[in-house]
């Protein structure tokens, strides 16, 4: 249950995510390891390691880091830590960052204001502006309010069935996380429809616990 909710499936980084190191349990992280890490990870990869290339390649959460050094955002996180970031941003694509807009969307109850993404959000407001927005955060709302009125227009059965499809394609109850790298679909339109904002209570009502 601890790696499921905390860990993406990971005990390692479960433990990451709570701030403590899996081999030292109970002893929170430093800065230095989190900092020597990351710098590990962008040497052996030979550039500035994307959140989902830390998650792939580092020893912690790409969560943790985001949150001790930039404020939940890995982007401000990275620059904090003196890396540049310009290829992280070409990096990302827009549907990968539509469906996390998305996704604080349904958390929220309502389209993020740039502050608010900053707060819950996967990239940084700049990077939204920059794939998304043309320099105006209005242009952003208007994107992601066009793409919420197509997806709230996904009948409970559409929805029901994608979330089989993902658990048959992975043998296993997905993360959130997982759901959202393989599904056109957000976990927390599923979390909303069915669990009242719980994945796990949504999962539990699929029959998929």
Known sequence: MVARRFG???WSKSISELNYDSSELGIKISDDK?????????EKIGHTPSHKEYEKHGNHSSRTISKRFGN????????????????VRKQINQKALKKDLLN???????????????????????????????????????TIKEQRGIL?????GELSEDVTYVVNKLESVPTED????????????????????????ALEQLNHK
């Open 8 to 10: 993406d499936g990971s």
């Open 34 to 42: 989190l900092i020597k890490d990351v710098k590990i990870v962008s």
């Open 72 to 87: 939940n955002s890995w982007e401000e996180a990275l620059q904090e830590l003196g890396y540049d970031t310009e290829n």
């Open 104 to 142: 604080v969307t349904d958390k929220l109850g309502h389209v993020p204001t740039r502050p608010e993404y900053k707060e819950h959000g996967i990239y940084s407001p700049n990077t939204a502006l920059s794939r998304l927005g043309s320099g105006s955060w209005g242009d952003v709302v208007e």
């Open 152 to 156: 709230q227009k996904v009948s409970y």
């Open 178 to 201: 997982e759901y959202n790298l393989i599904s056109e679909y957000t976990s927390q339109l599923v979390a909303n429809r069915f669990g009242g904002g719980s994945w796990d209570k």
